[in-house]
């Protein structure tokens, strides 16, 4: 570690040295890197590793503002850790970002200084946060002037999804989706995330890790056509023809120029999720802009039919799956000779097994004893430890298969001794949670945030908590994180809706000891009644694989949620069994047997 | 009924042809008439009582706009009957404000035309969303010209509360919140609103019905000097020596130039709150507006010791008084001779004979049979009848005492048979939903609307809910629907705070049979655990009567629940019993007697 980080620094100090050149070059006092792409979201190809570039730091979520005399690198509680370990505290100063705002930061540091920002790279809204100091778009990002070997953008191919997959064609989604602009006086709709020109054009890629997406932008017109911005060579023959000839396709450099030919026009497009270039650039078009959420995003998430039954199929292969690997863990765990990485390691091999894997939907967490502890841990071969005998395991974790996307955590008492009391307790508690958010009934109206304490009374009667929302949405050989939905007290107050799904996920954790959380993905339905007045929703439980039996409580629960535990297990037993060689069927169903 | 509405119908032609005379004089369209004083609250003295005058509607919720060819009136679905039976059909269009919203109407009869309004009678967010014509503020209110005999402003002294109730003098509450503007940059606040007047200057009056006010306006400044403004008749010698020397008075005429006096100067003020008039006079000043909430609101909804010791008191005295009726309605409800408004006048009695004793804190809702499916029923000799033997009857009431206001609802079954299965059902639902969060524990940051789904979520698994909120805030000798805290889902996401006093009262509602609604007061704690990492907070129940056991099938209550219901029912008997009389003694020592 100590070499390499002197190597690192080396690098960063003249990178630091470069860019505060080109800065001066340019007349600027300061330049903001936030880590982000031109879609803003989760995951960004190599070329966009901007901030890890300039400052060592790799993690998922941070900005760094260098400025002609300091630099500062932020990211969150997650990362503290991490963001010592991989910057030099001789160039840049660490900081937590909520605990230390950036906008701050810069108020303090260059009042009234020019400071640089790359358009593309900030919302709107997140530009609006940077007061204090004259925030300077540049044409051209000075980062990528330094970064001689910077990676080239990705270029996998947008390959079309079959229609018996996704359930509906591209032309009627977007003669939905344009009636609804057409209703609120919209010309037109900017789309810059992925995953909503995934969905609206039936199209899939490779562009990035974890989520099947090919990187690009589009235009949706009010008259249902559409353009689509894409490096042509990722636009194969059969995509082309798949797409029609009522979706133009151009590179991206067309994108001014189309939007340019939107002057006069009304265009939707969402300040808080959209670089704020497109903000700029249609107004200096004369565009009128119509300020409101991405289109696509309520109806991505109401899954059809077809989005539902591929999912659940992928459930079923992931619970086989799931089933293996904890019949392998129960086995092998108390030798005390697996480690975090070999476990997840063996989780993906029995997925790989599966019909339609595609990978993981996002890096697993594999955590024992106080790892489990560290919500985001990401096991590495520095970190990786041993599972050990009679200890808590944590693994959260999750597949793409063409059919879906699947996203389950378990927790389980390694034994060969029996689980103490307290962990009995907190567990117990957390799947009490669990499992009143999976019995749910609620009317139409009611939205994330009016659900997400039922998942945690059973822990705050005990004065327990979890940091962390209860759900997020989760699309279908899609993105594992998908709005705009979500069950948390921070989550928009979107309304849920049949099709959409969510994931019930409530835990607890004890710094230093472990962590428990536990994960199943939940499918929003209609919920029938006799003589209903109004229309009720109910969840269906999407995922398939037994609770540790040997961390459970009986007593703790109630009988109706020790009827739906039993009633879960039956069921988990009865689907997955028929696909189960013998060893791993008498596991489970040892493991599913009534309470 | 028939000839006194001919004679109303007569004296409202008259009127409107006046008003429309008006209108035709000053070059307007139409005229906007909201059911509203000049401090936009929920009671309004008889010299306000505009839109009564002008269409004979006396409903506490609506709106009239009169133009010169035709006129609406809108008002809620609590007053739908009432609007028809009360106004004029051949004058006026009788709407529904949500379903067919004023400003749409607006927009459609008069896009384009000069509209007038009175900005002392509507706030800015109100005033905005009449768009389409030509809003146009009045220096004179038209209809105060037309109205010969309007009734004087109420007079009535503002008189000083006592420290020993108040808990904390003015100079350290007005240091406290002078404090709050000071760190926001704000140089003084508007105040509107006669509730917030009375806590910061700790005083009461009686202006309008139901809430111990003093009508009157005031400006705190960031030194945490201030003025009232308020007839001089209001304020006796003893009421001028309680404000002390840092608390200036004056006329209301005087307000316009205090305001002035504020140019340049940075001003809160609450458009949602306050009438547009304090904005387009503040503007006009060269004030600059810091728009935000009432900065009263919150401190005044955290009751201090002093507050908190006076309401448990208030909540004896009224307990007694709910026990001695609910023990004569036990006896006398089976004869049939009793009516809604007899009963209603029974609590009345009981209560004037506490003391400390100022009134009802609003007008009782005493509903039998069907009419308790009315949510704001208000009995009248028109509307009144007798509660029979065998049927469900609902009364929702409350008391203003000088040390604490009381709002408490109870449905008993009158007997002397069995209630039927479904009414229990129904009523233990119910009950579970109050006896959920009544015993809530959350932590700090949570909010009502994150709490709401407890207190409807064993109705919500039978396909039922009611349509109104969970919970309101309440004040001490000070208005019984308090803000900014609320329990519902369209409550603000204002966080909790130890000595908020809200009520616990689901409800269900089976129109044309019978209504339930189970409503105590909740006192807002902190919550105490061993190694508790975060502050949690807790409810204490306020209200002491038993729940009707008639009504209650224990089986469909969780232990927990039962346990909290036998517990709560000896508290109240443990409360009460020293106060009360030998048979209402032994008639609620059955109907406390654990389950």
């Given at each position: 570690m100590?070499?390499?980080?002197?190597?690192?620094?080396?690098?960063?100090?003249?990178?630091?040295?470069?860019l505060?050149?080109?800065?001066?070059?340019?007349?600027?006092?300061?330049?903001?890197?936030?880590?982000?792409?031109?879609?803003?979201?989760e995951?960004?190809?190599e070329?966009?590793?901007?901030?890890?570039?300039?400052?060592?730091?790799?993690?998922?979520?941070g900005?760094?503002i260098?400025?002609?005399?300091?630099a500062?690198?932020f990211?969150?509680?997650?990362?503290?850790?991490q963001?010592?370990?991989?910057?030099d505290?001789?160039?840049?100063?660490?900081?937590h970002?909520?605990?230390?705002?950036?906008?701050?930061?810069?108020?303090?540091?260059?009042a009234?200084?020019k400071?640089?920002?790359?358009?593309?790279?900030?919302?709107?809204?997140a530009?609006?946060r940077?007061?204090?100091a004259?925030?300077?778009?540049?044409?051209?990002?000075?980062?990528?002037?330094?970064?001689?070997?910077?990676?080239?953008?990705?270029?996998?191919?947008?390959?079309?999804?079959?229609?018996?997959?996704?359930?509906?064609?591209?032309?009627?989604?977007?003669?939905?989706?344009?009636?609804?602009?057409?209703?609120?006086?919209?010309?037109?709709?900017?789309?810059?995330?992925?995953?909503?020109?995934?969905?609206?054009?039936?199209?899939?890629g490779?562009?990035?890790?974890?989520?099947?997406?090919?990187?690009g932008?589009?235009?949706?017109?009010?008259?249902?056509?559409?353009a689509?911005?894409?490096?042509?060579a990722?636009?194969?023959?059969?995509?082309?023809?798949?797409l029609g000839?009522?979706?133009?396709?151009?590179?991206?450099?067309?994108?001014?120029?189309?939007?340019?030919?939107?002057a006069?026009?009304?265009?939707r497009?969402?300040?808080a999720?959209?670089?704020?270039?497109?903000?700029?650039?249609?107004?200096?078009?004369?565009?009128?802009l119509?300020?409101?959420?991405d289109?696509?995003?309520l109806?991505?998430?109401?899954?059809?039919?077809?989005?539902q039954?591929g999912?659940?199929?992928?459930?079923?292969?992931?619970?086989?799956?799931?089933?293996?690997?904890?019949?392998w863990l129960a086995?092998?765990?108390?030798?005390?000779?697996?480690t975090?990485?070999s476990?997840?390691?063996?989780?993906?091999?029995f997925?790989?097994?599966?019909?339609?894997?595609?990978?993981?939907?996002?890096?697993?967490?594999?955590?024992?004893?106080a790892?489990?502890?560290?919500?985001?841990?990401?096991?590495s071969?520095?970190?990786?430890?041993?599972?050990k005998?009679?200890?808590?395991y944590?693994?959260d974790?999750?597949?793409?298969?063409?059919?879906?996307?699947?996203?389950?955590?378990?927790?389980v008492?390694?034994?060969?001794?029996?689980?103490?009391?307290?962990?009995?307790?907190?567990?117990?508690?957390v799947?009490?949670?669990?499992?009143?958010l999976?019995?749910?009934?609620?009317?139409?109206?009611?939205?994330?945030?009016?659900?997400?304490?039922?998942?945690?009374?059973?822990?705050?009667?005990a004065g327990?908590?979890?940091d962390?929302?209860?759900?997020?949405?989760?699309?279908?050989?899609?993105?594992?994180?998908?709005?705009?939905?979500?069950?948390?007290?921070?989550?928009?107050n979107?309304?849920?809706?049949?099709?959409?799904i969510?994931s019930?996920?409530?835990g607890?954790?004890?710094?230093?000891?472990?962590?428990?959380?536990?994960?199943n993905?939940?499918l929003?339905?209609?919920?029938?009644?006799?003589?209903?007045?109004?229309?009720f929703?109910?969840?269906?439980?999407?995922?398939?694989?037994?609770?540790?039996?040997?961390?459970?409580?009986?007593?703790?629960l109630?009988?109706?949620?020790?009827?739906?535990?039993?009633?879960?297990?039956?069921?988990?037993l009865?689907e997955?069994?028929?696909?189960?060689?013998?060893?791993?069927l008498?596991?489970?169903?040892?493991?599913a047997a009534?309470?």
């Amino acid at each position: 570690m100590t070499s390499q980080h002197n190597v690192l620094t080396l690098g960063h100090t003249a990178r630091l040295a470069a860019l505060r050149e080109k800065l001066r070059e340019t007349g600027l006092d300061g330049f903001i890197i936030p880590r982000a792409d031109e879609h803003l979201g989760e995951y960004v190809p190599e070329s966009a590793e901007r901030l890890a570039f300039c400052s060592g730091f790799t993690g998922s979520a941070g900005l760094a503002i260098v400025l002609l005399d300091r630099a500062a690198v932020f990211s969150d509680g997650r990362y503290t850790l991490q963001l010592e370990s991989e910057t030099d505290g001789a160039l840049w100063e660490r900081l937590h970002i909520t605990e230390n705002p950036p906008e701050a930061w810069l108020k303090e540091h260059a009042a009234g200084r020019k400071i640089g920002y790359d358009p593309w790279l900030l919302s709107a809204d997140a530009l609006n946060r940077f007061t204090g100091a004259e925030m300077v778009a540049v044409a051209s990002n000075p980062v990528d002037e330094i970064w001689a070997d910077r990676p080239a953008p990705p270029m996998a191919p947008a390959v079309p999804r079959a229609l018996a997959l996704a359930g509906e064609d591209s032309g009627s989604k977007r003669a939905r989706l344009a009636a609804t602009l057409a209703e609120a006086g919209q010309d037109a709709a900017v789309l810059t995330d992925p995953a909503s020109l995934a969905w609206l054009f039936n199209l899939r890629g490779s562009d990035v890790a974890f989520t099947p997406i090919a990187l690009g932008f589009a235009i949706l017109h009010a008259d249902a056509t559409a353009a689509i911005f894409m490096a042509g060579a990722k636009l194969p023959p059969e995509t082309r023809a798949h797409l029609g000839n009522q979706v133009a396709t151009a590179e991206r450099s067309a994108l001014p120029g189309a939007l340019a030919a939107l002057a006069g026009k009304t265009v939707r497009y969402d300040p808080a999720s959209m670089p704020v270039w497109f903000k700029t650039t249609l107004e200096a078009a004369g565009a009128k802009l119509a300020e409101a959420v991405d289109p696509v995003a309520l109806p991505r998430a109401c899954k059809n039919a077809a989005e539902q039954e591929g999912t659940r199929a992928a459930h079923l292969r992931d619970g086989v799956a799931m089933a293996r690997f904890l019949a392998w863990l129960a086995e092998s765990a108390p030798s005390g000779r697996e480690t975090e990485m070999s476990a997840a390691e063996k989780l993906l091999a029995f997925r790989a097994q599966g019909e339609n894997f595609r990978g993981e939907s996002f890096p697993a967490i594999s955590g024992a004893g106080a790892h489990g502890a560290i919500i985001h841990y990401r096991v590495s071969p520095e970190s990786n430890r041993a599972i050990k005998p009679n200890e808590m395991y944590l693994i959260d974790s999750g597949a793409q298969y063409l059919d879906g996307t699947t996203d389950i955590t378990r927790t389980v008492w390694t034994g060969p001794g029996p689980a103490p009391a307290a962990e009995k307790d907190h567990v117990t508690r957390v799947l009490a949670g669990h499992i009143a958010l999976a019995t749910a009934v609620f009317p139409e109206g009611v939205a994330g945030p009016h659900l997400d304490a039922f998942a945690r009374a059973a822990l705050w009667q005990a004065g327990l908590d979890y940091d962390h929302g209860t759900g997020h949405g989760v699309g279908v050989f899609l993105s594992v994180h998908e709005g705009p939905a979500g069950i948390s007290r921070a989550a928009k107050n979107v309304p849920l809706k049949p099709g959409m799904i969510l994931s019930n996920e409530p835990g607890y954790y004890l710094p230093g000891a472990y962590g428990i959380r536990l994960e199943n993905l939940l499918l929003v339905q209609n919920a029938m009644f006799v003589e209903q007045k109004r229309k009720f929703l109910r969840f269906d439980t999407l995922t398939l694989a037994p609770f540790d039996r040997a961390l459970i409580e009986p007593e703790l629960l109630t009988p109706a949620a020790l009827k739906w535990l039993n009633g879960y297990h039956a069921r988990v037993l009865a689907e997955l069994g028929p696909f189960l060689e013998a060893p791993v069927l008498a596991w489970l169903q040892a493991a599913a047997a009534p309470i």
